[in-house]
């Protein structure tokens, strides 16, 4: 097997770490840990989109640039490893826009997609409900069909960036009557509709990232229904895959890694540089160790979307593993960084910004974000390894 890229690709990367380091360099923002979900900047957004970075794999009618999901997961690895703001975009660069493409009328396609491409909206997710996360088929809101509309009712939980994004990408229950996972249809919501109304979760890091959100009596017109009726929970299992597939969940704390690496080499203890204590020495390489085979990982996922099939079970793999490396990240900073690592990013003592805090809590959440990682395992297992579901 050829591991290497090519020129083009080699070419891709670099352009595109020119433009983040001169973005970082001319200070118009600054690497954070997890900004590719809670960095809310329209301004970078525009600025990718003229680059011609979102919407990358999808077809040039619609804007897009018709290139392969392993130059799309270069320019993703590219934008973690900066810890670039590039909230506004991600959802439906990654998987809604996919979803419009795969499922979405023609109208649609030319509604929604070219406006995705060039920065101009910005889709959330509405999956989880209160009740139902890792069983998605239970969710209890309901669209109810009226003559020209589905009449919306019920709540959405963690819904990430819900105070900034124009659409809401809603999952709602069409068919009471039908087999669970039957009676469940995809919609993208105008986030201006009367009825619609929000309150942010503050979480365990004081992030407003994620939101309670709630429908009442919301009517939405009938054009906003995605695919077929009673068909929305195939396309969750797809989408799925490609939200566990992306570099996200190994390289969302890029820059604490990037940080601690240069913190051991210039901090000095007992006369001696942190880089010289062996045990601090193999403590990161191991991490480095276990970066690179996630890497590969993740490339695999981006193989198997370039030969046309949704990548469930690697992309359980990939995310499963990476979300446990995150945690070893932070747990290993911690380690390195002693009571120091404990402050938040306000204190005048804390090391980086507060980068490693920051990743110690809300590293707790990755293992839920995306699909738990036993439902990661149940995956792997059934779909996988053809083990029996009980
Ligand atoms: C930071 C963050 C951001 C998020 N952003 C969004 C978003 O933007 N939009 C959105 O729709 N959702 C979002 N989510 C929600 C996320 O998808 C859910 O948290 C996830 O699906 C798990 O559901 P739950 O929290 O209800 O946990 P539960 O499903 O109640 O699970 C609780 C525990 O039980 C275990 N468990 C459940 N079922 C099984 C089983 N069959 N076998 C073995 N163990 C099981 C789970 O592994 C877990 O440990 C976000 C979550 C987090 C933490």
Known sequence: MDFSFTQEQKRLR????????DEVGRRLWKPSCDAWIQGHNPAFTKRVAQRGWIGLTWPREYGGHERSFLDRLI???EMLRYGAPAACHWFSDRQIGGSILSYGSEEQKREFLPKIVRGDIYVGLGMSEPESGSDLASLKMRATEEDEVYVVNGQKTWTSGASFIN??????????????????????????LPGISRIPMIDITGTEAWNDLFFDNVRVPKKYLIGQKNTGFYHVVEQLAYERGGMERLMGNYPLFDALVTFIKETKRNGRTLSQDTRIRHKLAQ?????????????????????????TVE??????YATAFEQRLANTA??????????????KFVPFEGLASHSYLASKGYSLQAGSREILKNIIATRGLGLPTS
């Open 14 to 21: 670099q352009e595109v770490r020119d433009f983040l380091e």
């Open 75 to 77: 320019v993703t690895e």
């Open 167 to 192: 659409y809401v990408n809603l999952f709602a229950r069409t068919d009471s009557d039908a087999p669970k996972h039957r009676g469940i249809s995809e919609f993208i919501v105008p986030m201006d």
């Open 287 to 311: 991490l480095q160790v276990e970066f690179e085979v996630g890497r590969l990982l993740m490339y695999k996922v981006a193989a198997v979307m370039d030969a046309g099939r949704p990548p």
């Open 315 to 320: 992309a359980a793999m990939s995310k499963s």
């Open 334 to 347: 911690m380690d390195i960084l002693g009571p120091y690592g404990l402050l938040l990013g306000d204190s």
